[in-house]
């Protein structure tokens, strides 16, 4: 089922997993990953495609297994940037074979520390845009895509305007709904949605919330998403440093306030990066059932 039909009914709550990191490829891991998340029982589960420039792989598999093993709505991300044309055909015919609908089109980014490599280089895509392009030029409409958008502004873009004018540019090449970058403070997403709308953007905006478990990796994901730590959370995360599990609570708190917030103000769907970790997406679910019902009543 595409995604584009679910949000038409409803607003959606949705995991974001990582094909599992380790050197023999071994993917096991995930479906334990997956058998807990879906207790929560999501609306669909999103596959990372090289995510922060690391090498791709296993995404088509585990997607396959979300739909078909599962029966939960996938996603795969596909990523473009150090993609050739037929590289794309592969992975969508792929896709298409193991009956996967749903695809969150992206650059993607570059392989750390090569970044001014393949700006050297001449590519066969650029931008998400010409990957979504390809994508309806080579299947029509048989995939619903979807793109990435940016409530702090996309690093590599000049400013706001922008950022928007490129938004907007992606969703009339086909993306039929939107995920945002990471943000840890909501009024970076209230103005991305109302700048967006009054340029005519009017396709669902989900709020992609990160919650923070570890203070390292915080400081590594925020650089690599180009998000801002307001001072408050900071501040938390300085006296909690080597308190792991005050650092979760914090984190899981965090997250659900950000949510209770955004459920309140009326948004379009929530989409948890769980990081792999189901009992911390289990542990917020746990302390806002109530309010998580709410997202879909009027
Ligand atoms: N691998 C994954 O699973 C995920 C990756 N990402 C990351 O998101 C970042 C970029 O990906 P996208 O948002 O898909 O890139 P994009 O192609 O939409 O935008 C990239 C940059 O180019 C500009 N831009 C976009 N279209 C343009 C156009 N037609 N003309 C001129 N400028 C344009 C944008 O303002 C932005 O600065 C990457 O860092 C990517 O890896 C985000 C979510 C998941
Ligand atoms: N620029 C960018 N690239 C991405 O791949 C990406 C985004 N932004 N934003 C949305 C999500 C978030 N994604 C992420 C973010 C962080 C890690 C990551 O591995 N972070 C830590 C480890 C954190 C942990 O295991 O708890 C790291 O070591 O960098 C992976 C995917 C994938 N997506």
Redesign the pocket.
Known sequence: MKISELLKEKATISF?V?PPKNKEGDISSIYYTIEELAKLDPDFISV?YG??GSSKGKTVEIASAIKNKYQIESVAHLSCITSTKEDILTECRALKEHNVDNILSLRG?YPAGEEEKYRGMDLEFHYASELNGFIRENFGDSFCLSG?CYPEVHQEADCFRDDLEALKKKVDAGAEYLIT??FFDNSYYYRLVKEARKIGIDVPILA?I?PV??AK?LL??AK???CSIPFQLSTMIETYYNYPEAMKEIGINYAAHQIIDLITNGVDGIHI?T?N?PEIAQRIFGNIPTVLKELNHD
């Open positions: 974001e990582f990372t995510a922060g980014d990435a970058q990471i992609g990160m478990t570890n990796s590594r994901t690599l998403c180009g990066y990081m970790k």
